[in-house]
């Protein structure tokens, strides 16, 4: 649900597509670890910065 992202081995574009590169046909992998990651830790924080400060 959350990473719906796939990155492309060969060109290293992002796509919604989960079979193939739509741009060189090259192979997908998921980019992100499928569990907590950094990356979630550092969008957290940014959100609630941001609630903070009344911007939601
Ligand atoms: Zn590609």
Do not use: N
């Amino acid at each position: 649900m959350r990473w719906l992202l796939r990155k492309c081995s060969r060109c290293g574009r992002y796509t919604l597509r989960r079979d193939k590169c739509p741009y060189c046909g090259g192979e997908l992998i998921v980019p992100h670890p499928p569990r907590y990651s950094p990356q979630d830790k550092y969008v957290e924080y940014r959100y609630k910065i941001k609630k903070e400060k009344g911007l939601i």
